[in-house]
Each structure stands twice: as C-alpha cells, then as structure tokens.
C-alpha cells in the first residue's frame, strides 16, 4: 500500500479542499439582511446559472459567492488571446503568465462583485466608519466577495498541484447537488413527477448520455505526421484532433448568453414596453424562436470555444518550429488550413451531439412538456463526464505510475 501513498494524499487532500470550499459557502457576509437577500437573488436567473456551473453561492451573499467564476473567464479571456500566437505572448515566462492570470482574475472578480452588489444592493446596511455621510457598506461588500473570490483560486490552485481533478474540481459538489432539482424543474416550466415510468426513463437517459459523451469527449482524428528529428520507429506519429474540442463548455456560459436579453430588458426598465415584452415572450425555452435561439448559442460556443481550445495557428507554428509535418501537406499554411478544415469538419460532429442532449429535449417539450427538463439535466450529466473523466484519467495514471519496471524480470 505504500507504492500508493501519494494517492492517498491527493484524495484526501481534495476532501479537505472540498470540505474548506463547502464551509467557506455557508460563510454569510457581513452587512447583508439574509432574508432579503436571498429573495431577491431567487429572481435573477442570470447569476443563478452563472453561479450553477463556476462553483458560487449566487442564492445569497456568502463568502464564496462568485466561487471560481473570475478564474474560469479568466482563463477563457487567455487562453483566447493564447490562440492569437502573438509572439509577444509566447514568450512570457511561466512566471509572468500566472501573474497576469490572476491579476485577470482580480480585474474580473471586482467587476463580478460589482454586478452582484449592485442586484442586493438594497439589502445591504448602511456603514459608516469616516464620516455619516461617507456610506462604505457597499464598497466593504464588493471588497468581501473578492476576497472570497482570490481565496477560492488560492485553495484550487493548492487542490492542482497536492489533489485530483485541478482547480474545476471545486465545481463538482454544486453540480452534483443541483443535478435533482434540474431533472424535477428543468428550466422551471414544468415540475417532473416521480412515478416509477418517469424514474426509469430517467435512468436509462442517463445512462445513455453517461457513456455516449464519455466516448464522444474521448474520441479523437488522428493525422498521421512525420518527426524526422526522431529516430526510427518514434519518427511516424499523429496529431489528435478531438471531435469536441470545446468539452462542456458550452452547456456551462450558454443558459446566461440565453437569459441575458431578458436580464438587460428588466435592468433597464423595458420590461412593460412592446421590445421587452416581445424579448420576454419569445426568447425563452419553451417558445420555438427561443428554441432556435438557444441552439445558435450553442452552436457558437461549440465553434468558439474549440477553436480558442485547440488553436490551429499555432498548432502549425508548433509543428513548423519541431521540423514535423503533415504526410504530403506544406509546413505552415498549408497545415493550418488543413487542421481548420479537419476542426470544422469534427465540430459538426460534436457539436450535433450538444444539439442532441441539451436542444431535442426542448423541441420534445413542445408536445410533451415534461420532455424539456432533461434539456437542464442533461447539459449537466454532460458537464460532469468531462471533470470526471480527467479526475479519473489523473488517478489511473498515479495509480499505475509504480507499476512500470526497466525489465519484466529482475536480472540476478
């Protein structure tokens, strides 16, 4: 058992990180009458689904309410401006790339904060500490929650480097707990019944979704490439090119690009004009121009985030600079062109498969309601076969990593 202590720290060092997480969310703030609070953020659909899919606390102000939220845009925001191949960029030092990640992530969660605050701000009590006419209690509460926020980078950044499953690990909890309440609510439009027919079709749906996206997230085009500056047999090898590049990402910003008309709408007081009227009633999920909108989104996001994720540029670049190359295409271009044109091809494929689990289950709805909550539900099961594919992948290769021997029997 001692060849596995190393696991055995990183399980347990992930509870206790979970456990802090956990803690850190029943952690209410300062300032804030609960009760009102939590009332108005059950109306903010916006922020609920943010907070749903970045691990927050979104129902009422606690220490972790924007959870991971800034650090997950913030890593899309470079990852994006990664994609670019500036060459600037690709120089920077690991160093100075992890402090323009997180002064990102700062920049971000002060804005957050801002957008939050700004929905409780009524709930908030006044706080005076200079002057009576200088009220500091919205500026403390901004400086709360990003100070939750910069902990919970702090503690899954500690969880990537001593635990399984990285930073996204944090996220598995809230996921897993809301997973119930999307099945018997969906979207909010019809409460699914637990009769024995509704439970079994639950479960063999899930079932189903469970193995077909573990084997769509893993399957993968290979493109046979040639490494001249290998030797021999490790000199023929392949570029994989996953069918979905962009994971679940999708399924987690697409409910709040959906909800965000509506959201604006409101905020601005439109709500009651002929505009706002016919952006609440048509843009929503059970409404075939809402429908065809939200698979739009998802479609975008499908494209966007897989071509920032996989960066044809400078894959290119990458395989130009090493000397491979493509069997019969040019270095360069010619190979950029070819990787897009592959990306195009294989995200039809995957994002079909978005399409299937998280729109059909709505057009379904139309004729039988019930059909729309699995929509919710489904994006979810989705999103935790990608986290717990790559926590599982991680385990399996610490498990295994002192098992592998120079030769299968000891030389006397």
């Given at each position: 058992m001692r060849e596995h202590q190393d696991v055995a720290k990183r399980v347990l060092f992930?509870?206790?990180?979970?456990?802090?997480?956990?803690?850190?969310?029943?952690?209410?703030?300062?300032?804030?009458?609960?009760?009102?609070?939590?009332?108005?953020?059950?109306?903010?659909?916006?922020?609920?689904?943010?907070?749903?899919?970045?691990?927050?606390?979104?129902?009422?102000?606690?220490?972790?309410?924007?959870?991971?939220?800034?650090?997950?845009?913030?890593?899309?925001?470079?990852?994006?401006?990664?994609s670019l191949d500036i060459r600037s960029v690709n120089n920077l030092s690991v160093q100075q790339v992890g402090f323009i990640q997180r002064l990102l992530t700062f920049i971000l969660a002060v804005l957050q904060g801002i957008v939050m605050v700004y929905y409780l701000r009524d709930a908030i009590a006044p706080l005076y500490l200079i002057s009576d006419n200088l009220n500091l209690g919205v500026a403390a509460a901004v400086l709360y929650m990003v100070a939750g926020a910069m902990f919970a980078l702090f503690i899954g950044l500690e969880n990537a480097n001593h635990g399984f499953g990285g930073s996204v690990a944090l996220i598995i909890p809230g996921i897993i707990t809301s997973l119930p309440h999307s099945f018997l609510?969906?979207?909010?439009?019809?409460?699914?019944?637990?009769?024995?027919?509704?439970?079994?079709?639950?479960?063999?749906?899930?079932?189903?979704v469970f193995i077909s996206g573990l084997l769509v997230y893993r399957a993968e085009q290979r493109i046979p490439i040639q490494r001249p500056s290998l030797e021999s047999t490790f000199s023929e090898s392949y570029l994989p090119l996953p069918f979905l590049a962009a994971g679940a990402m999708p399924f987690m910003f697409s409910n709040m690009l959906f909800v965000l008309p509506k959201q604006v709408v409101e905020a601005l007081g439109y709500q009651y004009t002929h505009v706002g009227q016919f952006v609440i009633t048509q843009i929503n999920y059970n409404h075939w121009p809402g429908i065809l909108a939200y698979a739009f989104i998802v479609l975008f996001l499908g494209f966007a985030f897989g071509l920032i994720n996989l960066s044809p540029t400078k894959m290119a670049r990458?395989?130009?600079?090493?000397?491979?190359?493509?069997?019969?295409?040019?270095?360069?271009?010619?190979?950029?062109?070819?990787?897009?044109?592959?990306?195009?091809?294989?995200?039809?494929?995957?994002?079909?498969?978005?399409?299937?689990?998280?729109?059909?289950?709505?057009?379904?709805?139309?004729?039988?309601?019930?059909?729309?909550?699995?929509?919710?539900?489904?994006?979810?099961?989705?999103?935790?076969?990608?986290?717990?594919?790559?926590?599982?992948?991680?385990?399996?290769?610490?498990?295994?990593?002192?098992?592998?021997?120079?030769?299968?029997?000891?030389?006397?």
């Open positions: 992930t509870l206790l990180v979970l456990f802090v997480y956990a803690l850190g969310q029943q952690v209410v703030l300062p300032g804030f009458d609960v009760a009102m609070a939590r009332k108005m953020m059950g109306h903010n659909a916006l922020l609920q689904m943010f907070g749903l899919t970045t691990g927050g606390q979104m129902n009422m102000p606690t220490l972790l309410s924007l959870g991971l939220g800034p650090y997950m845009t913030a890593m899309i925001v470079w990852q994006a401006i990664a609510y969906g979207y909010g439009t019809t409460r699914l019944k637990l009769n024995p027919t509704n439970v079994t079709v639950g479960i063999v749906v899930t079932g189903l990458q395989l130009k600079e090493r000397g491979d190359y493509v069997y019969h295409t040019t270095p360069g271009d010619a190979t950029e062109a070819l990787i897009m044109g592959h990306f195009f091809r294989l995200s039809m494929i995957g994002d079909f498969y978005l399409l299937l689990i998280g729109v059909v289950p709505l057009a379904i709805g139309m004729y039988l309601p019930s059909a729309s909550n699995y929509a919710m539900y489904l994006g979810g099961v989705f999103i935790m076969v990608t986290i717990t594919d790559t926590v599982t992948q991680q385990f399996i290769a610490l498990w295994n990593k002192n098992r592998y021997s120079l030769f299968d029997e000891p030389i006397e």
